[in-house]
């Protein structure tokens, strides 16, 4: 493998390293408690899965920049109250948002693995986060969970208007980082979103499926590393 001239890491955050599954459940149901008299006999499970859903396709228009980033906070709960017949205004959808954005940056819950793999790669390599979400939401994260300190640097597609798949970010992240191309490794879960596009922008591509079967129709090609465990890339590096 190519990895011997690799001096910089960046990882993906959401799904990656930090447990975005387990904490954005535990911060909608903090959510449900807090607004409760609003969802009145709306059953919990019901709000998240229809959030969930929703927030699945604003995310994919957000990505194909059919929407921006202000957008998408405020439609992910205005589709999800209207959905399920619960009375709104543009102000309690804000509040709904805000309080979403701050308990969900407190959630610390990590991908199995994370911080054991970071303590070892942390003396050999530079470590970054390139990463979707909103600036300040992801840097919260990063602090709740403990995992700030290893990274120089962070890049969110606020920095650069253009989100993942779009190679400017990719760019972006390479030249703020003074590293080649090749010399940087990219560790991300999303094949369309993460792999494919560093790895056509010339970086080392480090899948981590997770185990998970989404994607195994696209045939991955041989410069792709792909792991199922984060604790893999102990060997790897
Ligand atoms: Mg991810």
Redesign the pocket.
Known sequence: MSHSKIKMIYF?????LWD?ESNSKSALKLVYDNYKEIFNSVMQEDFIATYQKINVQLWDSYRKKEINQEELKILRFELTLKALNIKYDESLVKRINDFYLDVLSKQEKLIDGAKEVLDYLVGKYELGIL??GFRKTQLAKLKSSGIEKYFAILVSSEDTGSPKPDEKIFSFAQKVAGYLKEEIAYV???LE??ILPAKKFGMQAIWFKNNSSFNDYLSVEDDIIVINNLSELIEIF
Do not use: P, R, S
């Open positions: 993906d955050l959401d799904h990656t975005f990463t979707n991300g879960d999303d979103n993460d």
